[in-house]
């Protein structure tokens, strides 16, 4: 018996979703740049079989249950979106199916507990400075734990760095070519945080105004992938308050946090906030893209070393927000890089949000697997857009017993600015 979507039935979210699932023409296209498919073989962990998994789900000839197993292994990653010759929006429908489906069917106590501290902890930067460093001393009671709780530790560094802070307003050097705020981002703030000090820097020496406005919070795309819609919904509201309208754009440099921000119009969708949230998605831009329409006022100096650099590609920047040649550019701005492409740029390196927390063994196959083929470049560093990748790359190169280096493209930009000239 053959059934229909009702997008009524699924609320603001359902003709987003009914939409995406009727022009899909299952061609299979998407199966050959879906990690999991690469790693699973299975029909139902490729894009093509979650679209028919979830257009039975919604239609209501199969039971919630049955899917999610299959949907829970998605990375999000939307390499399938640029394969697709039909456009199907795999976005706007593998998150807010997730949202739907929160509620319908019973977890485990385990994987309850998991997503809780992950949304309790990962969005406020402070708390989540607290868990890691409590992750990483509680490595030595690792047997004490239980199984589903163990990849938190796996995942914590070695040690947190130094807590930073941005001054509000970071005026332009020299003449002023355009003003900007700043999204710091969460766990960004706790991992990484010289990212941010990088961004207003380079920005800074560039003619740009920095704003980091206090009332900011996480991006919301941690709850958003995670089928937690309250409160991505709530994230969204307070950063379309705290961000200034007198601004030239919402500046990220985090590939997710920037993809999260450019989705808030459908976050959103059915509130009294979507008008106002689609004009402010508009405005979100990745720093490597501005600085490429801006254009660089000068290029770094020559320290009289060539350097390889390998690039790779956050999912979320080079396929949810196509951004892909603005950050080589800048790389290739600096004098005596050589840039590196890695084989297969579409495979997401297994990071996306908190799935090395719920799909351990696949995140970390693909981690490794990435990590392999950065090292097969011979390159001397590797240069990237999201904090995530960050972390996943270092650890797994860790654990190859390599010490390459892993920075953002914006670090790499600061240090080539401020790097010692060669001595005669």
Not at 274 to 287: G, P, T
Not at 372 to 396: D, P, W
Request: a positive charge; one cysteine or more; hydrophobic letters at 40%.
């Amino acid at each position: 018996m053959l059934h229909a979507i009702h997008p009524e039935q699924h609320g603001p979210l359902g003709e987003a979703m009914a939409h995406a699932v009727q022009a899909c023409v299952h061609c299979g296209f998407c199966l050959s740049v879906c990690p999991t498919y690469a790693e699973l073989r299975e029909e139902m962990d490729s894009p093509r079989g979650r679209i028919v998994l979830m257009k039975l789900v919604l239609e209501g000839s199969l039971g919630w249950e049955s899917a999610q197993p299959h949907i829970d292994r998605c990375l999000g990653c939307l390499a399938c979106e640029p394969a697709c010759p039909s456009g199907v929006a795999y976005r706007d429908l593998i998150s807010p199916f997730r949202t739907l489906a929160a509620g319908k069917f019973r977890r485990s106590g385990a994987d309850k507990l998991r997503h809780w501290l992950a949304g309790q902890t990962i969005p406020y930067p402070s708390r989540f400075r607290l868990a890691v460093r409590a992750a990483g001393a509680g490595r030595a009671m690792r047997p004490l734990v239980p199984a589903a709780l163990r990849s938190m530790l796996d995942l914590a560094p070695p040690c947190v760095p130094s807590a930073q802070t941005w001054p509000s307003v970071t005026p332009a050097r020299g003449e002023r070519r355009a003003r900007v705020a700043l999204l710091t981002g969460c766990a960004q703030q706790v991992l990484d945080p010289d990212i941010n000090t990088a961004t207003i820097e380079v920005l800074s020496r560039n003619g740009v105004e920095v704003l980091v406005p206090g009332a900011q919070s996480c991006c919301g795309g941690l709850a958003w992938h995670t089928g937690d819609w309250d409160a991505a919904r709530a994230f969204a509201r307070r950063n379309l308050t705290a961000f200034p309208a007198d601004v030239d754009a919402i500046v990220t440099n985090a590939a997710g946090c920037g993809s999260a921000m450019r989705e808030y119009q459908l976050i959103l969708r059915g509130t009294p906030e979507e008008a106002m949230a689609e004009a402010f998605s508009k405005r979100v831009v990745d720093v490597s893209v501005f600085l490429a329409r801006l254009g660089l006022r000068e290029r770094p100096p020559s320290n009289g070393r060539p350097q390889r650099i390998a690039y790779h590609d956050a999912c979320h920047l080079a396929q949810a927000q196509n951004v892909r040649r603005e950050p080589r550019d800048l790389l290739r701005a600096i004098p005596g890089v050589q840039l590196l492409e890695l084989p297969d740029p579409h495979i997401c390196c297994g990071s996306a949000g908190s799935y090395n927390l719920d799909q351990p063994a696949i995140a970390s196959a693909l981690g490794e697997k990435k990590a392999k083929s950065v090292l097969a470049t011979g390159a001397e560093m590797l240069a990237t857009g999201n904090i995530g990748c960050l972390t996943q790359l270092r650890a797994h190169f860790a654990k190859l017993g390599s010490n390459l280096p892993v920075r953002h493209t914006i670090q790499v930009l600061r240090d080539a600015y401020t790097s010692p000239p060669p001595r005669s």
